[in-house]
C-alpha cells in the first residue's frame, strides 16, 4: 500500500481492527437510508459541500454513504479518514497546505484541491476505530470545539446503528437457523422480544440525541410538519431569531404566530413540500412582530424535504442563518463605495485598475473623458499604451512592470495624444500593487489625472525665467566690463577703500552672473534646448583650474585637494565644471571657517567619482531625500542667513544624469557633509 502521509497509518492491532470492522458485514453492501439521511444532516449542519460515513478497509477506503461525491472507494494511502482511525479524539485539517503530514497528499496537491477535513472516528463497543464519519471543504475554514463535539456526536450516533444492525442481523440468522424448533423459536421470538424492546429504546436514546444536537447547533433549525406547518422540532437559534423562546413555538402552526411572514415564506416551504426538491434563499429580509415590538433582520435559509417511513414526504426542515450584520456592513461598504466615487468625480479622477496578468483594463467614464476615448467597444491597455509618446513609453512600461513585479507603488508624469483629436496632453498616473486575500500582490489600481494647464504654466514659468535671465545678461555683462574697467583705473590709487570696493562689486556680479546663468540653464533644461557636448579631457586637471580660480574669492577657507593621476572622461568640459564649481561653493558656503574642505577626485571600476567633504552643519535626515529637487533649500536655524534659490544641485543633478553618471549626499548632522558624482570612463 502505497502511503502518501508523512506519517505511519498501520498501528500495531490492525489485524484485529481489520477483522472488528468484517465482522459487521457492511463492506460492499448499498448505502442504507438511516446513513444517508446522517450524511445528509452532516452537510446541512456544517455547510458542507461533501460530507460521508466512511469505513477503514485494509487497503482501501469505502464511502459507505456520502454527499458530493461521485466514487464509492478510494485508496486508504490516500484518504484522510486513514489518519482518523489513528486516534479516537476528532481529526481537523483546516488548512492542508500549512499541515506538514498532509500537504504532499494528492487530493491536496491535485484538482480535487482538498483544504478542509474534518473526521470523528467509528469506535466500536470493544475499542476499534473502524471508519468516520467526516466533512471535506476546498476551502481553508475554522473548526470549533463545539462543532468537534457535534461531529463527534454523530459518530456515535452512526456506530449506534451499526451496531443495531449487527444485531438485528445476527437475530435474523439465528431465527431462520432455528425456525424448525418451535421450542427454540418461541424462545428466540422471545428473546427477539426484548432485543426489539431494546431496540425501541436504544432508538429513543438516538431520537434524544438528535434533539439534543439539533437544540446545540449552532443556527437556526425547525422542522415543520404537514400543510398547516406545524412545528415538530425548534432549536433556540431560530426561536431567538423571530423574539421567542422554543418552548412557545412546539407544536404550533408556525404562521399563526408570525403572520406576518406567511405571504413570502410559505410559497416556499409548500414548494419544497410538494415537490421533494431542497431551496435556498439568501440576504432576504424579514420583518416579526411580538409583544409590540418590530424585529428587523436579514436571514440565508436551506428548505429540506424529509419523508416518514414510507418513503413519502411528511414536511420540511428548515436551516435558518442571521446574516444582518454582514448584509448591513455589505451596504455601509456599498455606501462608502458611492461616496468615494462622488469624491473621485468631484476631484475630476480618472479611476482604472490593471489586471496583472492578463493585463485587462477597467476604468470609469472621466478616465474615458480624459483619454478622449468614445468608442462603443472597452478601452484595452494595449490601446492605452500606445496613445502615449514615444518619449515616455519606454519608462511608463518599464514603471508599470516594476510596480507589478515588486509590489510597490507607481507614479509617473508623461505625455500622450488624445484618441478623438490627437492632441497632445499631459498626464499624471498614479496608483499601486495591492495584496489580494490570498496575499499575493494581484491589485493594480489608481488613478490619472490631466495635468496640462499645469505644465502648460510651468513652462511660461520657465520661459519667462529663461527671458527675464537672458535679458538681465547683457546689462549685466556692460557693467562686469566697467566695474573690471574701474578696477584697472583704480588699480594704483592711494585709496585702499575704491579698491576693495572695486573687487567686492566685482564678486557680487559674479554671483549674479552665476545665479542667472543657473536660471537660465534650467529654462533651457526643461525645454530640452541644453545640449550636453562632449569631449575628451583631463577631469582631475579640470578640477585643479576650478579650484585655482575659486582660491581668488575663498582664500579664507583651507580647501585641500590631493592631485590625481590624469583620469580621461569624455563629458562637457564646462558643464562639468559648473557642477565641480557648484559642489565647491556649497561646502565653502555651509562649511565652518576653522575647517577645511576636502575635495578627491578616483577611479572606482569604470567610472570617475568626484566627491567634495566639508566638516560643517550637516542635513537632516529628513532633508536627504530632496536636496536635488528643483528650488528645494534646507530652511531652519543654520541655514536660514545663507541665500540661495535652490536651482544649484537640482541643475548639476540633471547635468550628470544626462552624462549617465550618478549623484548623491552622504551627511550626518554636525559633523558635515560630503557631496560626489561619478561619470563614466572613457
Known sequence: ?????????????????????????????????????????????????????????????????????????????????????????????????????????????????????????????????????????????????????????????????????????????????????????????????????????????SESRFQNLIRDATVGIIVLTGSEMRVEIVNDVYAKLIGRQARELMDQELFKLIPETEAYFRPLIDKVRMSGEPLDIYDTPYTVHHQGKRINGYLSAAYQPYRDNNGDIAGVMVFTHDVTDQVVSRF????????????????????????????????????????????????????????????????????????IAEGGDYDVVYQQRRFNDSELIWLRSFGKVSPDINGNYTVFSGFVMDVTEQKKDEQRKNDFIGMVSHELKTPLTSLKAIIQLCSVKLKNNADPFLNDAMGKANIQVKRMTAMINGFLNISRLESGKILIEKSA?????????????????????????????????NADRDKTGSVISNLLSNAVKYSFKDKPVLVTCKRAGENVVVSIQDFGMGIKPEHLDHIFERYYRVKDDYTRHISGFGIGLYLSSEIVHRHGGKIGVDSERGKGSTFWFSLPLI
Open 1 to 205: 500500500m502505497h502511503n502518501t502521509f508523512q506519517k505511519e497509518i498501520i498501528l500495531p492491532n490492525e489485524p484485529e481492527r481489520v477483522k472488528a470492522l468484517r465482522r459487521y458485514r457492511l463492506l460492499g453492501t448499498y448505502a442504507e437510508k438511516s446513513f444517508i439521511n446522517i450524511a445528509n444532516l452532516v452537510a446541512e449542519i456544517f455547510h458542507a459541500s461533501i460530507a460521508m460515513i466512511s469505513l477503514v478497509d485494509a487497503e482501501e477506503v469505502s464511502f459507505q454513504s456520502n454527499v458530493g461525491m461521485n466514487s464509492t472507494t478510494g485508496p486508504r494511502g490516500e484518504s484522510f479518514c486513514s489518519l482518523t482511525v489513528l486516534r479516537p479524539e476528532v481529526n481537523v485539517v483546516e488548512n492542508a497546505l500549512e499541515d506538514p503530514i498532509v500537504a504532499q497528499n494528492p487530493l491536496v496537491c491535485g484538482d480535487f484541491g482538498l483544504r478542509f477535513y474534518a473526521g470523528a472516528p467509528l469506535i466500536t463497543h470493544d475499542g476499534f476505530l473502524i471508519g468516520t464519519v467526516c466533512l471535506v471543504d476546498t476551502q481553508p475554514r475554522k473548526f470549533s470545539d463545539h462543532d468537534r463535539r457535534v461531529l463527534e456526536g454523530l459518530a456515535k450516533i452512526v456506530m449506534e446503528q451499526i451496531e443495531l444492525r449487527l444485531s438485528n442481523l445476527i437475530d435474523t440468522e439465528k431465527l431462520a437457523a432455528t425456525n424448525d424448533e418451535e421450542h427454540a423459536e418461541n424462545h428466540r421470538l422471545s428473546q427477539s422480544q426484548n432485543e426489539l424492546n431494546d431496540t425501541i429504546r436504544q432508538l429513543s436514546q
Open 332 to 403: 455601509k461598504l456599498k455606501e462608502a463605495d458611492e461616496m468615494t466615487n462622488m469624491a473621485i468625480m468631484a476631484a475630476r479622477l480618472g479611476a482604472w485598475h490593471i489586471e496583472p496578468v492578463s493585463k485587462a483594463l477597467v476604468y470609469n467614464t472621466t478616465l474615458a473623458r480624459i483619454f478622449g476615448y468614445d468608442k462603443d467597444s472597452p478601452m484595452t491597455y494595449e490601446q492605452a499604451i500606445a496613445q502615449v509618446t514615444e518619449e515616455y513609453r519606454p519608462s511608463i512600461l518599464k514603471a508599470i512592470e516594476k510596480a
Open 537 to 569: 579631457f583631463d577631469i582631475s586637471r579640470l578640477i585643479q583650474d576650478i579650484l585655482d580660480e575659486s582660491m581668488l574669492t575663498t582664500s579664507s577657507q583651507a580647501i585641500e585637494f590631493i592631485p590625481a593621476d590624469e583620469i580621461w572622461v
